[in-house]
């Protein structure tokens, strides 16, 4: 187990307070993607699973809890193993659809909840099969159906996607990862060596650059409508 980045103790921090204060509309850490297959092509859903399996087991991020250790008062990260779970590392959920109104509310649902993870359990990956009218009996997918794979933004950043699905492509082709994927790079590697770094020099800098700055003073910006007293901060952009 090692101490959290700082970047994920962010993210951590404000999915404690958006659960402590019940807004479960605003899950903006969910970062889901949707693919459809060219017409005329098929994918095996049995191929799918196993490249995925692959592909997850492999890559560290995509198994690792985040925990709050009270007596340390400091957030760690820990890598968990098949035996930890004792289950799948990532979840696959099967749904059908026969209208743009109902896909529609399936993949808000992708996008906006926030139960979907569980960072304490190392759940941070689905994947998500969605079946035009109803779920194929010989797991072929076709395309009119959908493909979602969503990720949580603590242990998964966008740039990494592309990576994942080139990796996922290739492992769903032969069966088997790349060999040449081998990578001593960890991000639990980058976390340790960020805490082990001085904050000295880059808070006296911040000190100096922002000295006489009446940060607290509201900025006189124009406006085009008021602000309600009850409106929730989503940080959305």
């Known amino acids: 187990m090692t101490p959290a980045s700082f970047a994920q103790y962010r993210i951590w921090s404000r999915n404690q307070e958006d659960a402590n204060t ?5 899950a903006i850490h ?41 007596n340390k008062n400091k957030l760690i990260q820990r890598v968990l193993t098949q035996q930890d779970i004792n289950n799948d590392m990532f979840t696959i959920t099967e749904s059908t659809y026969e209208t ?24 941070i990956f689905r994947c998500h099969i969605i079946y035009y009218k109803q779920i194929s009996s010989n797991n072929i997918l076709t395309d009119k ?42 991000y639990i590697d980058y976390a340790v060596i960020e805490q082990q770094i001085s904050m000295t020099g880059a808070s006296m800098f911040w000190l100096d650059a922002l000295h006489d700055c009446k940060l607290d003073q509201p900025l006189s910006l124009p406006f085009d409508r008021y602000r309600l007293s009850n409106e929730y901060r989503s940080d959305r952009g």
């Open 22 to 26: 019940d807004q479960s509309s605003s």
């Open 30 to 70: 969910n970062m889901p993607f949707f693919y459809r297959l060219y017409r005329g092509d098929i994918l095996s859903v049995e191929q799918l699973h196993h490249a995925l399996q692959l592909v997850v087991t492999e890559h560290e991020s995509l198994h690792t809890s985040l925990i709050y250790d009270s």
């Open 100 to 123: 743009d109104e109902e896909l529609n509310t399936i993949i808000e649902n992708e996008k906006c909840n926030p139960k979907l993870f569980d960072l304490t359990q190392g759940l």
């Open 145 to 186: 159906d959908i493909i979602i794979i969503n990720f949580h933004h603590a242990l998964f950043d966008y740039p990494s996607v592309n990576i994942f699905l080139h990796v996922l492509d290739q492992t769903y082709k032969t069966g088997q990862l790349p060999t040449n994927n081998a990578t001593t790079l960890r």
